[in-house]
């Protein structure tokens, strides 16, 4: 029995079909073209396939699509605007805070999350705010830099 959902996706209306046992993630993907958000694990422990969902940051391998009725979904795709980079994507080039990049849209999704709920973030605030994301090629460091750099231009301050 195919579903029809109605939903609000990096801030525009739309409509999509699925089945009652499809997970965001699938839709996304699948019948969105939203290939962004990536399957790491399948589990919800690595964090890959993470997005914004009405506010909080969940594991859209373990979502049902059916449960985006009516909510506000931010992935990946929907942190730039209008071809321009939001400063957590530009500070992560500047800071090579990723290598392969398959950890990337959910590291960035977890950390727009974070500075949305919290723009001027401790080290341990911003740590445990991407713990759900693992990382295997760069470490965190470089990563922990480039989101304080982030917070610091959305905060309108400037930092190298």
């Known amino acids: 029995m195919t579903m029809k959902i109605s939903t609000t996706l990096n801030g525009e209306s739309v409509d999509f079909l699925c089945e009652p046992n499809q997970t965001l993630l699938e839709?996304?993907?699948?019948?969105?073209?939203?290939?962004?958000?990536k399957e790491g694990c399948g589990?919800?422990?690595?964090?890959?396939?993470?997005?914004?969902?009405?506010g909080r940051?969940?594991?859209?391998?373990?979502?049902?699509?059916?449960?985006?009725?009516?909510a506000a979904i931010t992935t990946v795709e929907g942190l730039a605007k209008d071809?321009?980079?939001?400063?957590?994507?530009?500070?992560f080039l500047e800071h090579a805070a990723l290598q392969c990049g398959f950890c990337t849209p959910g590291i960035l999704v977890a950390a727009k999350a974070l500075l949305d709920a919290n723009p001027n973030p401790t080290e341990a605030?911003?740590?445990?705010?991407?713990?759900?994301?693992?990382?295997?090629?760069?470490?965190?460091?470089k990563i922990v830099?480039?989101?304080?750099?982030?917070?610091?231009?959305?905060?309108?301050?400037?930092?190298?």
């Open 27 to 37: 839709a996304l993907r699948d019948r969105l073209g939203l290939t962004g958000t």
């Open 43 to 54: 589990s919800g422990d690595c964090g890959a396939c993470s997005v914004i969902m009405n």
């Open 57 to 70: 940051v969940v594991a859209s391998c373990l979502v049902l699509a059916a449960e985006a009725e009516g």
């Open 83 to 91: 071809g321009v980079l939001h400063p957590l994507q530009q500070r």
């Open 125 to 141: 605030e911003v740590r445990l705010g991407l713990a759900g994301n693992l990382c295997r090629c760069t470490g965190y460091d």
């Open 145 to 160: 830099r480039a989101v304080f750099a982030a917070a610091a231009d959305l905060r309108g301050e400037t930092v190298a």
